[in-house]
Nanobody
Framework: QVQLAESGGASVQAGGSLRLSCATSGLAYTPYCMGWFRRAGAGREGVAAIDNDGRTTYVDSVKGRFTISGDVAKNTLYLEMNSLKPEDTSMYYC?????????????????????????WGPGTPVTVSS
């Protein structure tokens, strides 16, 4: 059974930092494409993704501030978030694709993330106050 569990969400002031973690079981995060998404209106916005070749892709609004990485030994995916802004406030989700050929660019380009990523965690909330 595949399970993903996010942690690390919190309330911080603008300019602060957080590190989100996503522990995976039943699905090693590598060699599959993995991603971080956040709630945006009625849908979910791709924030960052890392693929089988270790390539990373970020949405423009977080480039230079967020970093996606993983620990193979711990089967854990991370999202380092720096210089946080109030507009980063959202519920953040970790997602697994179970797909070895999906690239990180493709992962963030899909209109419906749930089609490319069948595995999701329950989310962790991030609140950034000004």
């Amino acid at each position: 059974q595949v399970q993903l569990a996010e942690s690390g969400g919190a309330s911080v002031q603008a300019g602060g930092s957080l590190r989100l973690s996503c522990a995976t079981s039943g699905l090693a995060y590598t060699p599959y494409c993995m991603g971080w998404f956040r709630r945006a209106g009625a849908g979910r916005e791709g924030v960052a993704a890392i693929d089988n070749d270790g390539r990373t892709t970020y949405v423009d609004s977080v480039k230079g501030r967020f970093t996606i990485s993983g620990d193979v030994a711990k089967n854990t995916l991370y999202l380092e978030m720096n210089s946080l802004k109030p507009e980063d406030t959202s519920m953040y989700y970790c997602a697994g694709s179970g797909n070895t050929i999906l690239t990180s660019i493709q992962a963030l380009g899909v209109d419906t993330p749930q089609l490319a990523f069948p595995y999701w965690g329950p989310g962790t909330p991030v609140t950034v106050s000004s």
